[in-house]
Nanobody, 126 residues
Framework: QVQLAESGGGLVQPGGSLRLSCEVSGRTFSSTTMGWFRETPGKEREFVAA???????YYAESVRGRFIISRDNSKNMVHLQMNSLRSEDTAVYYC????????????????????WGQGTQVTVSS
């Protein structure tokens, strides 16, 4: 059974940083593409970042230059370092897993991902 468990959410002031982590079990992590999405009430879940198994990383324009996705294949974990946080980054953040063969153009859509975590709340507020 595939399980994804996020951690690291919380309350942070604007301009601050948070690091989210996601541990994956029940799946061959090294052959999996990992992604982060976020969701706010009344809006569709939106793509944040993705990391392919051999190092390619991809970002939404709204977070490029502020967020960094990284993966630790030895620990079956993916991280999202979030810097220069803004109020509009407030959301529930989800990690997700997709087959390693997923083409790049599909990574921005939720349909490419077949496993999801429960989500972790990130609130950016003074």
């Amino acid at each position: 059974q595939v399980q994804l468990a996020e951690s690291g959410g919380g309350l942070v002031q604007p301009g601050g940083s948070l690091r989210l982590s996601c541990e994956v079990s029940g799946r061959t992590f090294s052959s999996t593409t990992m992604g982060w999405f976020r969701e706010t009430p009344g809006k569709e879940r939106e793509f944040v970042a993705a990391a392919r198994r051999f190092g390619g990383t991809y970002y939404a324009e709204s977070v490029r230059g502020r967020f960094i996705i990284s993966r630790d294949n030895s620990k079956n974990m993916v991280h999202l370092q979030m810097n220069s946080l803004r109020s509009e980054d407030t959301a529930v953040y989800y990690c997700a897993a997709a087959p390693g063969s997923t083409i790049v153009s599909s990574l921005w859509g939720t349909a490419a991902y077949d496993s999801w975590g429960q989500g972790t709340q990130v609130t950016v507020s003074s």
